[in-house]
């Protein structure tokens, strides 16, 4: 087991997508901390998720929707958001004072993260602010228009002024439930005129019921509230707590939407990666299973860097939610990156040879040098033309003497022009190459604790297997060694005695 080439080319497999995957975190996480996407998540599962209706739409509206926010947002980071017209339940959530007084600054001015206990405390209050505001028209609603008085009007403003939270809540929501109750009423429309005759009935249900007014709680929203405030027996705390639940459940849902958000984020990275070291999985696995020396050396890295990546936080399989994300947070995510590639991946890269080499300097060297010269003889006839035809003999570079020296510069200077193109031409015009490349972006989709598992799980079976050999080998050494044993063996006396053949004594 221990000389296994199967298991150490594993081993050497494995610990390449754990490098990688390591950089790709790192880099995710810091483009996460310049997006607040943590931050983001939450609040689209909040305002999205939880206080508004649910979209009747299709899996791929849904995805078109996500990729468009994403680049809203990026967008709207260097252009200053508009103000929301028509706010909902979650828009008036998140201007409540305690949700900015959470933002880490005014670069990140919405939390990462948001206790379960703060969640009911704010949602509370904003439905005590909503039933402030529409306490005249709810008063109006409970009183006959025809009989009502100013003393009336008057004595049950002072009554639901001093009511409970709880009272206070439920006649808010008794009365978006009025309104939901006639809207629902309204029957659908069979054609065009009906549409329209629909349009103006709501239209003038929104007027009589909302005056001047937003209809902050929407249906969704409503039955769900309705719902935990009659489960809860019109107990407050009770209808704390069963809040509390809701959002704990739903932040449940929200972390896996993060979660395939980051995965699909570094199956992205994953390519750029890939594509840039060449990290061609096909060809590593080929050159590990064939080259003793180069598996041998990648083994006893993976087996020494393994125990020191064991109290990495990238290797946790523990949810990142906290509430820093701040500069600092951006500042150590890419210092971890640069870490990453200056120790192990620097190591394992020199190990296996992997690269692009010269980028295709020498295949391409003549190619190259007819443009450059090329070039070089258009500028000095240029040079020539606005000198008025004075011949002048220009000076090259002092660096440009040879041709090889031309091609370093060249490349060195240009990389987007010379280094670039040939990396994409190699990666996705070569089926094979494509394949292996593609190969290790899905393995570093998978993510650093994955390969980082699997790894330990590698090396404790090959250090089993040794351990194994080890006890074996010493077996058979003690086995063989006969009369060579340091301990000395008794003679063994067999005495016959020919009178009697029945009787034989052993001593």
């Known amino acids: 087991m221990f000389n296994n080439v199967v298991l150490d080319v594993a081993i050497g497999v494995v610990f390449i997508f754990l490098l990688y995957s390591l950089l ?10 310049a997006l607040a996407l943590r931050a983001r998540t939450l609040r689209d599962g909040i305002i999205n998720g939880m206080l508004c209706n649910t979209p009747n739409i299709t899996r791929w509206e849904s995805y078109y929707r996500g990729i468009v926010c994403v680049f809203k947002y990026i967008y709207h980071i260097i252009i200053t958001k508009p103000e929301v017209k028509d706010k909902k339940l979650g828009h008036y959530f998140y201007d409540h004072p305690m949700i900015k007084n959470y933002g880490s600054s005014r670069i990140f001015p919405i939390p990462s993260y948001l206790p379960t206990t703060n969640f009911s405390t704010i949602l509370i209050d904003v439905l005590r602010q909503d039933f ?15 009989t009502k008085t100013q003393a009336e009007i008057d004595a049950l403003n002072q009554q639901l002024q001093s009511s409970t939270d709880t009272v206070k809540i439920k006649e808010l929501l008794n009365y978006y439930g009025s309104y939901y109750t006639k809207l629902s009423k309204i029957p659908a429309a069979r054609n065009k005129q009906e549409r329209q005759d629909n349009i103006q009935k709501v239209e003038k249900l929104k007027s009589d019921f909302f005056p001047d007014l937003n209809i902050t709680i929407e249906q969704d929203t409503w039955q769900i509230l309705q719902m935990h405030l009659q489960n809860s027996l019109y107990n407050i705390d009770d209808f704390i707590k069963k809040l509390e639940t809701w959002y704990d459940d739903s932040m449940n849902r929200v972390s896996g939407w993060y979660k395939r958000q980051v995965q699909f984020i570094l199956f992205l990275i994953g390519i750029v990666i890939a594509a840039t070291f060449n990290v061609d999985i096909l060809l590593i696995s080929g050159k590990l299973s064939t080259d003793k020396d180069a ?13 020191t990546y064991k109290n990495d936080p990238r290797v946790s399989r523990r949810a990142h939610p906290g509430p820093d994300t701040s500069r600092a947070a951006y500042r150590q995510a890419i210092k971890d990156a640069r870490k990453t590639i200056d120790t192990s991946i620097v190591k394992a890269n020199d190990i296996l040879a992997i690269g692009w080499g010269d980028y295709g300097k020498r295949a391409d060297s003549v190619k190259t040098l007819q443009k450059y010269y090329a070039a070089e003889k258009e500028r000095i006839a240029d040079s020539i033309k606005k000198a008025g035809g004075r011949v002048t ?36 015009l070569h089926g094979r190459k494509f394949l292996g490349l593609l190969l290790t972006a899905l393995a570093i989709s998978l993510g650093a604790p994955f390969w980082f598992d699997s790894l330990s799980k590698l090396v404790n079976l090959r250090a089993a297997g040794k351990k194994e050999d080890s006890t074996t080998n010493t077996a058979s050494s003690n086995s063989g060694s006969g009369g060579t044993s340091s301990t000395p063996q008794q003679p063994v006396n067999v005495n016959v005695n020919t009178a009697n053949t029945e009787e034989e004594a052993v001593g």
């Open 24 to 33: 790709a975190t790192s880099i995710q996480e810091a483009i996460a901390t």
């Open 132 to 146: 402030q505001q529409k306490l005249d028209v709810i008063i109006a609603s409970k009183l006959p228009s025809a």
């Open 295 to 307: 598996r041998d050396q990648l083994v006893q890295l993976a087996v020494k860097e393994a125990d």
């Open 393 to 428: 003999t220009p000076a090259l570079p002092p660096s440009a003497k040879t041709n090889q020296a031309i091609l370093d510069k060249l490349y060195e200077d240009n990389p987007f022009t010379y280094k670039l193109p040939y990396v994409l031409r190699q990666s996705f």
